[in-house]
Every structure is written in structure tokens, then in C-alpha cells.
């Protein structure tokens, strides 16, 4: 059974003395949690909030080389992504699947310069890109995956194929060019797992969100939110991964640090569109598409919803942010040129979300040419701390594996194993969605539906979470057309960390992000939650309306959004 609350707490009062503090439960917190622990070190990772709840949250759910970055020519940057991309390929193939992607084209040569001004450190707006830059570009992308190749090469189309295959794209195409990178199905469940796989490593690392390190006296204090507890904590070295909130950590665990600002914010904001007809015009491929301003938007079918995206908007204050209705309007008519003869409208938003980018300083100009390159910076003091600065999604193991090196360095320990190497959580022994789906209905009788919802939701964890929902009370469906079940939200509530019906609902679940969550379900995942964490009815009561505020200022899922799709659903069943 998982390390819970109360045991990570007594582990620390026990022993204070970690040989590392990580300070931030993202992508890159966790990934160096997971590192160091494989590595036998005894980590303790504090988390502010839920784990993978800030920017971590809000990728574009794309796992991929960076076309784009060849303008910049960040040719190392574009190098260690595509080789972080086919890792998680292998490493994670129950949540990182191939993800076909094709760029429209108008122009034959237009765009040239922006590789050259790239080079030469221009930081203003790119030209519109024609068939030859990219042409070239996807050349060196197929060229630098060469060795141990997953996907296909690239390949183009000629105008008249083009629309054969995508009938509904704008007139006026040249041709087209088609590519394969990936995509990511429930980015704050891998996080997860890397955190169930550091505890597994039996090192006796502990991660506790809801918590803060402070400082007092001199020595470091962990405060855990939840209980009002105090521990005194002992480090050999902080790793500073808060992201957006990095400089903020930086001056307020180690006062008198003047030093300049280390991040730049950018803000991106996603919509995730119930619209049938562009699902379908999309024809399983995701467009990576120019808008007006020479910005790259994207748009893919996702978990039986679109995908739509995104915004870059450099933001002075770090801070919780939503997508507000100009970037609405913007993503929206950028698929209304992309699809000209669909409708789309804001009606058909079942979700929206927005987060900050922590991208390494810089004063350019067009947001689009700040790097996406990661580094990592060691600043003294009586406990060294190693800032994380930078990164993406794709190269989180990467930037883990880069700062654990300087951990372990620096505290005289050798690296054990390459952790590019090691399958992450239920992608360990995953046969593949098929397979696995097939043996669980022999095992257990159960559907195909809810066969494949557990294989896609845990790889090969699946058996287990059935296991576990075989012999509970009841293992009744949430609703009838959902294949999540009862016994599976207790499952979730044991063994992920859960503190909050939020955590469930946003976070170890997709039913938020996919438009199904209403207000009968939420009640329901909440009576769940308070039968199991022991909740008073008032709690229950904060908890649910905590999570319908959330959704309201931070989502674009209003509460009469929940009210209609529960008038909406109660007809379906009745019909």
C-alpha cells in the first residue's frame, strides 16, 4: 500500500535529514524526485498545492521534437527533445501514443529568413513559413532521429491530395507537409506515477503536497497545510523546481539574493471543444497551423473532444491564470480560418484551462523566439540550491537526469542507472491497449468499455486498480455512461495522494477536461470521498463548492454549465 499523509508525516518526524529537498511537485520536481530517489538518495519533495496542479496542468499535451525551435536554431534543443520523445514512446506507451500532424502551406519559399534571423539573435516576429523552410526543417527533423527511428518520416502533399484527405481546410493551399511526433493523454497522471515510482525505489523518500518549506531561525521548517504542522527538516541541498514561482522560492528561502530574475512568464491558454464535425475534418491528425500574427496554433482530436491551442502572452505577475475571452475568441477564429466552411462557437467549449510557461529570462520581442531550453543554476550558500530554469513537458527526464547530476556531484554520490531507460509506472510491462484490455475482460468479466477506460487510464496498473474494485462493496458505474465506477474513486482516494475533491475531479481523473462532470457526479464523487477520508457533511459541502468555483473562475465550466449537463444527462438516461 502507498505511503499516506499521516505515514509521510511520521517518516519525517522520525528522520529529518534528507540528503535532498525538492521544492515543487510539477513535471520537473517530480521528475528529479523520481531520479535521485533510483538513484538510492533519500528525497523529501514539497508540494504548495496538489502535485502537477500549476503549469504542469496546462500543456498543449503534445510530446514533441519542437519543428518550430529550428527557426531559433536551437538544434541541440530540438535533438534531446525528439530523443526524450521516442524515450516516452517506450517508456510511457499507455499515456504517450504517435500523434500524425500536418501543415497546411500557402507559400513555396516565404520564411527563409527566419532561420537566418533566428541565427543571427533576432527576437522579432517570424514571416509566414512556405513549403521549402519547412520542407527543410522537417528534413533535419527526420535526420536527427535517424538512429532507432519509432515513427514515420515525413512526407507531402500535393494540393489536390490535400484536399482529398482534408476537404474542409482553407482554399488556397499550395500543398501540404505531414509529420509524426506525440501526444500525451493524462499528463498529471504520469506525474503521478513518477512519484509511486521514487517511493517504490525504497530509498525512503516522501512527497506530501499541500505543504511549504519554510525558513525559521536559520533552519529549514516544513508546514503542512493540512494539519498545521511544523517539522524541522535537515537538506544537504535544495533543488528550486517551482517553475514560474522559481525566483519568488529563490528570495524567500535565501534572503539577501538580489540576483536578477531567472524566469520569464508566458502565458498559453488551451480550449477543449465538443464540435463532431471538426473531430472529424481532422481525420485523427493534428493541424499545426500559422494564424494571422505568425503565431503556430494547433488543433487535434483528444480523448473524443478537439484539443485547440494555444496562446503566448508574456505576463509581468506570476500568478493563477484562465483563458479570458480575447484568447478565446482568438483560438476560435484561428479554427474558423483553418476550417472556414465549420461552425465554431463558444458554445461548444466544455472546458478551458491557461497556465504560465517558466521560460528562461529574455527581452525578445515575439514571445516565440524565448527559448524552450532548460539549464540549471547552482547558488551557494550554507545549503546549495539548484535552480531549474526553463524546460517543457518533453524533456522533463531530461532536465531531471541534468540536475540530478549536479546533485549527486555535489553531495560526492555516483549516478546508479540512466533513467532513460526505465518504463514509467503503468507503461512497465504494458503488452499494449489491446492485449491488456482483452485479458481483463477473461479475468474478470467485465466490458470492453470498461476494459479499455482502466487500460487507458492505468497501462498495466489496470489489473490491480480491478483487482481492487472486484471485491469492493460496489463497484457500481458513477453514471450510466460512464465506465469510472465507485470502487475505482476509492481506489484513486488510497493510493494517489488525494486531499481534496479537486484532486479527484481536475487532476486523477479526466472527467473535468472532458465536459462530464456535472453536478450530480461531483456530489457523488464527494459522498465517495467523505465515506473514505472521514469528512463531516459541512466539509463535503466546502469541498464541492470549492471545486464548482474553480471550475467557474478558472475553467469556463459555470454552475449552470453543471446544472444543464445534469438536465442533459437525466434525459439521456430516460430515454
Given at each position: 500500500?502507498?505511503?499516506?499523509?499521516?505515514?509521510?508525516?511520521?517518516h519525517?518526524?522520525?528522520?529529518?535529514?534528507?540528503?535532498?529537498?525538492?521544492?515543487?511537485?510539477?513535471?520537473?520536481?517530480?521528475g528529479?524526485y523520481r531520479?535521485?530517489?533510483?538513484?538510492?538518495?533519500r528525497?523529501?519533495?514539497?508540494?504548495?498545492?496538489?502535485?502537477?496542479?500549476?503549469?504542469?496542468a496546462?500543456?498543449?499535451?503534445?510530446?514533441?521534437?519542437?519543428?518550430?525551435?529550428?527557426?531559433?536554431?536551437?538544434?541541440?534543443?530540438?535533438?534531446?527533445?525528439?530523443?526524450?520523445?521516442?524515450?516516452?514512446?517506450?517508456?510511457?506507451p499507455?499515456?504517450?501514443?504517435?500523434?500524425?500532424?500536418?501543415?497546411?502551406?500557402?507559400?513555396?519559399?516565404?520564411?527563409?529568413?527566419?532561420?537566418?534571423?533566428?541565427?543571427?539573435?533576432?527576437?522579432?516576429?517570424?514571416?509566414?513559413?512556405?513549403?521549402?523552410?519547412?520542407k527543410?526543417?522537417?528534413?533535419?527533423?527526420?535526420?536527427?532521429?535517424?538512429?532507432?527511428?519509432?515513427?514515420?518520416?515525413?512526407?507531402?502533399?500535393s494540393?489536390?491530395?490535400?484536399?482529398?484527405?482534408?476537404?474542409?481546410?482553407?482554399?488556397?493551399?499550395?500543398?501540404?507537409?505531414?509529420?509524426?511526433?506525440?501526444?500525451?493523454s493524462?499528463p498529471?497522471r504520469?506525474?503521478?506515477?513518477?512519484l509511486q515510482?521514487?517511493?517504490?525505489?525504497?530509498?525512503?523518500?516522501?512527497?506530501?503536497?499541500?505543504a511549504?518549506?519554510?525558513?525559521k531561525?536559520?533552519?529549514?521548517?516544513?508546514?503542512?497545510?493540512?494539519?498545521d504542522?511544523?517539522l524541522?527538516?535537515?537538506?544537504k541541498?535544495?533543488?528550486?523546481a517551482?517553475?514560474?514561482?522559481?525566483?519568488?522560492?529563490?528570495?524567500?528561502?535565501?534572503?539577501?539574493?538580489?540576483?536578477?530574475?531567472?524566469?520569464?512568464?508566458t502565458?498559453?491558454?488551451h480550449?477543449?471543444?465538443?464540435?463532431?464535425?471538426?473531430?472529424r475534418?481532422?481525420g485523427?491528425?493534428?493541424m499545426?497551423?500559422?494564424?494571422?500574427?505568425?503565431?503556430?496554433?494547433i488543433?487535434?482530436?483528444?480523448?473524443?473532444?478537439?484539443?485547440?491551442?494555444?496562446?503566448?502572452?508574456?505576463?509581468?505577475?506570476?500568478?493563477?491564470?484562465?483563458?479570458?475571452?480575447?484568447?478565446?475568441?482568438?483560438?476560435?477564429?484561428?479554427?474558423?480560418?483553418?476550417?472556414?466552411?465549420?461552425?465554431?462557437?463558444?458554445?461548444?467549449?466544455?472546458?478551458?484551462?491557461?497556465?504560465?510557461?517558466?521560460?528562461?529570462?529574455?527581452d525578445?520581442d515575439?514571445?516565440?523566439?524565448?527559448?524552450?531550453?532548460?539549464?540549471?543554476?547552482?547558488?551557494?550558500?550554507?545549503v546549495p540550491?539548484?535552480?531549474?530554469?526553463?524546460?517543457?513537458?518533453?524533456?522533463?527526464?531530461?532536465?531531471?537526469?541534468?540536475?540530478s547530476?549536479?546533485?549527486l556531484?555535489?553531495?560526492?554520490?555516483?549516478?546508479?542507472?540512466?533513467t532513460?531507460?526505465?518504463?514509467?509506472?503503468?507503461g512497465a510491462?504494458?503488452?499494449?491497449q489491446?492485449?491488456?484490455?482483452?485479458s481483463?475482460q477473461?479475468r474478470?468479466g467485465?466490458s470492453?468499455?470498461?476494459a479499455?477506460?482502466?487500460?487507458?487510464?492505468?497501462?498495466?496498473?489496470?489489473?490491480?486498480?480491478?483487482?481492487?474494485?472486484?471485491?469492493?462493496?460496489t463497484?457500481a458505474?458513477?453514471?450510466?455512461?460512464?465506465?469510472?465506477t465507485?470502487?475505482?474513486?476509492?481506489?484513486?482516494i488510497?493510493?494517489?495522494?488525494?486531499?481534496?475533491?479537486?484532486?479527484?475531479?481536475?487532476?486523477?481523473?479526466p472527467l473535468?477536461?472532458?465536459?462530464r462532470?456535472?453536478?450530480?457526479?461531483?456530489?457523488?464523487?464527494?459522498?465517495?470521498?467523505?465515506?473514505?477520508?472521514?469528512?463531516?457533511?459541512d466539509?463535503?459541502?466546502?469541498?464541492c463548492?470549492a471545486v464548482?468555483?474553480?471550475?467557474?473562475?478558472?475553467h469556463?465550466?459555470?454552475?449552470?454549465?453543471?446544472?444543464?449537463?445534469?438536465?442533459?444527462?437525466?434525459?439521456?438516461e430516460?430515454?
Amino acid at each position: 500500500m502507498p505511503m499516506q499523509r499521516g505515514q509521510a508525516l511520521d517518516h519525517i518526524r522520525a528522520d529529518a535529514a534528507f540528503d535532498a529537498v525538492v521544492i515543487g511537485g510539477g513535471i520537473n520536481g517530480l521528475g528529479v524526485y523520481r531520479d535521485l530517489s533510483l538513484q538510492g538518495l533519500r528525497v523529501l519533495l514539497v508540494e504548495k498545492n496538489d502535485f502537477c496542479s500549476g503549469c504542469s496542468a496546462a500543456p498543449s499535451r503534445m510530446i514533441h521534437g519542437g519543428l518550430r525551435y529550428l527557426e531559433n536554431g536551437e538544434f541541440a534543443l530540438v535533438r534531446e527533445s525528439l530523443s526524450e520523445r521516442d524515450a516516452l514512446l517506450r517508456n510511457a506507451p499507455h499515456l504517450v501514443r504517435p500523434l500524425p500532424t500536418t501543415v497546411p502551406i500557402v507559400p513555396l519559399v516565404s520564411g527563409m529568413w527566419n532561420a537566418a534571423a533566428g541565427f543571427l539573435g533576432r527576437t522579432g516576429r517570424p514571416t509566414r513559413r512556405g513549403a521549402l523552410p519547412i520542407k527543410l526543417g522537417l528534413s533535419l527533423y527526420d535526420f536527427v532521429s535517424r538512429k532507432g527511428r519509432r515513427l514515420p518520416r515525413h512526407r507531402f502533399n500535393s494540393a489536390r491530395r490535400t484536399r482529398q484527405l482534408w476537404p474542409d481546410l482553407f482554399p488556397g493551399l499550395t500543398c501540404s507537409a505531414t509529420y509524426h511526433d506525440a501526444w500525451i493523454s493524462y499528463p498529471e497522471r504520469l506525474g503521478i506515477e513518477l512519484l509511486q515510482d521514487a517511493e517504490r525505489a525504497g530509498s525512503g523518500s516522501v512527497a506530501l503536497n499541500y505543504a511549504e518549506l519554510t525558513q525559521k531561525g536559520g533552519s529549514f521548517v516544513l508546514l503542512d497545510h493540512e494539519s498545521d504542522t511544523c517539522l524541522p527538516v535537515s537538506p544537504k541541498v535544495v533543488v528550486n523546481a517551482a517553475g514560474a514561482w522559481l525566483d519568488e522560492v529563490r528570495r524567500s528561502l535565501f534572503p539577501g539574493e538580489n540576483a536578477p530574475p531567472l524566469v520569464t512568464g508566458t502565458k498559453g491558454s488551451h480550449l477543449i471543444l465538443d464540435n463532431p464535425a471538426l473531430a472529424r475534418a481532422l481525420g485523427g491528425h493534428m493541424m499545426f497551423f500559422e494564424n494571422v500574427d505568425g503565431r503556430v496554433c494547433i488543433v487535434f482530436p483528444y480523448l473524443g473532444k478537439v484539443l485547440a491551442g494555444s496562446t503566448d502572452i508574456r505576463v509581468s505577475k506570476v500568478t493563477r491564470t484562465r483563458c479570458e475571452p480575447e484568447e478565446r475568441d482568438y483560438i476560435l477564429d484561428s479554427l474558423r480560418r483553418l476550417f472556414p466552411a465549420i461552425p465554431v462557437d463558444p458554445g461548444q467549449i466544455v472546458f478551458s484551462y491557461s497556465g504560465i510557461r517558466p521560460l528562461p529570462a529574455s527581452d525578445a520581442d515575439f514571445t516565440g523566439r524565448i527559448s524552450r531550453d532548460h539549464d540549471v543554476l547552482r547558488v551557494d550558500g550554507p545549503v546549495p540550491q539548484f535552480c531549474m530554469i526553463g524546460g517543457k513537458w518533453t524533456t522533463f527526464r531530461a532536465f531531471a537526469a541534468q540536475a540530478s547530476d549536479l546533485v549527486l556531484a555535489e553531495i560526492g554520490e555516483r549516478r546508479r542507472l540512466d533513467t532513460g531507460t526505465v518504463p514509467i509506472g503503468g507503461g512497465a510491462g504494458f503488452p499494449g491497449q489491446a492485449e491488456l484490455a482483452r485479458s481483463l475482460q477473461d479475468r474478470f468479466g467485465i466490458s470492453t468499455d470498461r476494459a479499455e477506460h482502466l487500460v487507458d487510464l492505468y497501462g498495466s496498473r489496470a489489473e490491480q486498480v480491478m483487482t481492487h474494485c472486484a471485491v469492493a462493496k460496489t463497484d457500481a458505474p458513477l453514471a450510466r455512461d460512464l465506465a469510472m465506477t465507485e470502487a475505482e474513486i476509492v481506489w484513486l482516494i488510497r493510493t494517489e495522494r488525494v486531499v481534496h475533491l479537486a484532486d479527484i475531479v481536475l487532476r486523477r481523473t479526466p472527467l473535468a477536461i472532458t465536459g462530464r462532470i456535472d453536478r450530480a457526479l461531483l456530489q457523488g464523487i464527494a459522498a465517495i470521498a467523505a465515506a473514505e477520508l472521514g469528512w463531516s457533511d459541512d466539509r463535503t459541502r466546502r469541498e464541492c463548492n470549492a471545486v464548482t468555483a474553480e471550475l467557474s473562475e478558472f475553467h469556463g465550466v459555470s454552475p449552470q454549465h453543471l446544472d444543464t449537463r445534469n438536465k442533459n444527462r437525466s434525459r439521456t438516461e430516460c430515454a
